[in-house]
């Protein structure tokens, strides 16, 4: 990950608490029945399981695959663009699945645009990162404005990463746990915007999977305090 943020003051609630909660994911074995089209209150499936469509690649699309019905990144840098729908996202709700080999270092951008090479400079990133010391931004830290110091999941695992916008507010779960709680300042040097999604691989030569991409829109009456504590 690129440093091109200016670190602002926020304030975090819940925080990254004692131990790694699996939350269940023995259960989540590497079998897939149709998971990408799963339905689930008003969400829409961003993965079709069977193909990319729906997404591009802004350099070196063969870092890109789908493998037993799931994204898989590995090899140079490259940022899969979501581009299925033309309306931009503002307030969402955002689930996937994420599954990291040691070392990985990975995230998914909100609010993006395609941008057609180099890291994305807009939006803003929710970082996947559960081993790789180089940049102790550990998983749902948002990227160089709330830094998580310890790893809210663990490598070789399936998490639940979950990232909810509303207005002036974002909040950033693992496995149900609210690990960032983020509300925009007055005068943020990157405000809150709208756009698409990006998913990463940085180039390392580690491996990111990626399974169950839905997003749900939400309104801006909705009550993000209900999200975070579902």
């Not at 729908?85 to 990975?106: I, M, Q, V």
């Not at 149900?176 to 390392?204: C, M, N, W």
């Not at 009456?221 to 209900?226: E, K």
Request: a neutral charge; proline letters at 3%; glycine letters at 8%.
């Amino acid at each position: 990950m690129r440093s091109k943020c200016v670190v602002m003051f926020v304030f975090v609630l819940g925080g990254v608490r004692d131990g790694v909660g699996q939350s269940n994911n023995d259960e989540r074995s590497d079998t897939v029945v149709n998971r990408s089209q799963k339905v689930e209150d008003g969400f829409m499936p961003l993965i079709d399981g069977k193909t990319l469509n729906g997404w591009q690649a802004n350099e070196n699309a063969e870092s890109w695959s789908i493998t037993d019905g799931f994204i898989v990144g590995q090899g140079k840098v490259s940022h899969l663009f979501y581009t299925g729908d033309r309306k931009p996202f503002k307030n969402f709700h955002l689930k996937y699945e994420a599954r990291t080999s040691e070392g990985c270092n990975s995230g998914v951008y909100f609010h993006a645009q395609f941008e057609s090479s180099t890291y994305p400079t807009k939006g803003f990133e929710c970082q996947i990162n559960n081993s790789y010391t180089s940049d102790r931004q550990f998983t749902s830290s948002l990227y160089n404005l709330i830094r998580v110091g310890e790893p809210a999941a663990k490598d070789n695992v399936w998490f639940l990463q979950e990232i909810i916008v509303n207005e002036k507010k974002v909040v950033l779960k693992v496995d149900g746990r609210v690990i960032v709680e983020y509300d925009e300042p007055s005068k943020p040097s990157k405000p809150l915007g709208e756009g698409t999604f990006a998913l990463q691989v940085h180039g390392s030569g580690k491996r990111i999977e990626f399974r169950d991409l839905r997003v749900k829109r939400l309104k801006s009456s909705f009550s993000i305090r209900n999200a975070a504590e579902d």
